[in-house]
């Protein structure tokens, strides 16, 4: 597949998915390869830095999880936010 077919792919896809009114917006994210190639770039050094291996990875504050890439539940989630989270 051409990259423009993989792009149109993607295109009805995402109309599908969440409306055709933001079609323009996607569309318009890969019209500049040098600006998106050079977030990619910096979104995957700054990862690299902070020691990221995977996904799913997830930091609170700043840190990472200590149980990062397994499945966390609403149970699991409360639990680190009331922990950071005076009680009165």
């Known amino acids: 597949m051409s990259e423009a077919s993989i792009i149109s792919h993607m295109a009805k896809l995402t109309a ?5 009114d933001s079609l323009p917006s996607f569309l318009s994210a890969f019209k500049d390869h040098d600006q998106m190639n050079y977030a990619a770039r910096i979104s995957f050094k700054y990862g690299c830095l902070r020691g990221v291996t995977g996904t799913p990875f997830f930091f609170v504050n ?5 149980e990062w ?3 966390l539940n609403y149970t699991k ?3 680190i936010f009331d922990s950071l989270v ?3």
Do not use: M, V
């Open 86 to 88: 005076e009680k009165k």
């Open 16 to 20: 599908r998915t969440i409306g055709e």
């Open 77 to 79: 989630w409360a639990s």
């Open 62 to 66: 700043g840190f990472p999880l200590p």
């Open 69 to 71: 890439g397994t499945p």
